[in-house]
């Protein structure tokens, strides 16, 4: 079907207590990849690109390939801007064709991230495209930003953030970390309980990979209705590639290892579907 835009995706999912994977997709194989994965377990999904993917081959090559593969399959399928970090490159990202836009200012202090938000918002508005923002900072590395540690979300200022922006909806920080876990993250939850509280629209979980079952689940038990996961999806396509040119090294189509790995990252977005409780839901 069409590409769809994530606002409805989401209002379902916090309506019915699951939420929505979100997968970061760096190449034609790992789109058709989460799209099979989705299509498999009727799954509504999101498709998202950082800023980096983008400077790699462009938006438009990232949204053809989106589109082809949705315009195959019966499910929804959103494609979404991950930590859009400028005005431009989320007006670019909507002029291209994309369903979902996050602009990311929660490096620059409360009212900086505030204007900036409201501008992406109210450009997007027209359009009918919905905005997610970031407020407090997930620590780890996304993309070339350093999160730092620390800067958890403050509920109150959650409330008037959402409230000021007319943001659709809103990505918290509470211990998790974009990359790899070096030990167990300890999540604050009952902030995140207490966002839900004064905030009305679906919040985001960024920095899944490595997160157990458990902590996914009590999170989406309060309030958390999308799941960001890209560092695994890296690493399965990266050791499918790995463990075919290892197994032989005379190989030389890419299709061959390409395969795998897609075989590779399928796996893993079924697996982390049935995490976030979507399957069934498209
Ligand atoms: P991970 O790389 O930790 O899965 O984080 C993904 C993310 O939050 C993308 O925005």
Do not use: W
């Not at 835009?5 to 979100?22: C, E, N, P």
């Not at 989106?66 to 670019?92: N, T, W, Y």
């Not at 396509?237 to 299709?255: H, N």
């Not at 049935?274 to 069934?280: F, S």
């Amino acid at each position: 079907m069409a590409l769809v835009t994530s606002r409805q995706m989401l209002l379902d999912a916090q309506k019915g207590h699951y939420a929505v994977g979100a997968f970061n997709v760096e190449n034609m194989e790992m789109v058709m990849a989460v799209v099979a994965a989705a299509q498999e377990l009727r799954a509504p999904v999101m498709l998202q690109t950082t800023p980096s993917t983008v400077k790699y081959a462009g938006l438009s090559m990232y949204l053809a390939a989106c589109r082809a593969a949705a315009e195959k399959a019966s499910v929804p399928v959103a494609v979404h801007l991950d930590h859009g970090d400028s005005f431009q490159l989320a007006m670019q990202a909507l002029r291209t064709g994309y369903t979902s836009i996050m602009i990311d200012g929660s490096h620059g202090i409360f009212e900086e991230n505030i204007a900036l938000t409201r501008r992406v918002v109210e450009a997007c508005a027209p359009s009918g495209i919905p905005v997610e923002a970031e407020l407090g900072k997930v620590g780890g590395k996304e993309d070339d930003l350093d999160g730092g540690n620390g800067g958890y979300t403050v509920p109150e200022e959650a409330a008037e953030f959402v409230r000021r922006t007319g943001v659709d909806s809103l990505a918290v920080a509470i211990g998790t970390a974009h990359g790899v876990y070096k030990g167990e993250p300890k999540l604050d939850v009952d902030r995140l309980r207490a966002i839900r509280e004064l905030v009305s629209v679906p919040l985001v979980l960024h920095g899944a990979s490595g997160l157990s079952e458990e902590a996914v689940e009590e999170c989406i038990g309060r309030g958390i209705c999308k799941v960001n996961f890209a560092t695994e999806l890296r690493m399965a396509y990266t050791d499918g590639v790995r463990e075919v040119l290892a197994s032989d090294a005379a190989v030389f189509d890419p299709k061959k290892y390409g395969k795998t790995a897609m075989a590779r990252v399928k796996e893993l977005v079924e697996d982390r579907m049935r995490m976030c409780g979507c399957q069934g839901k498209a």
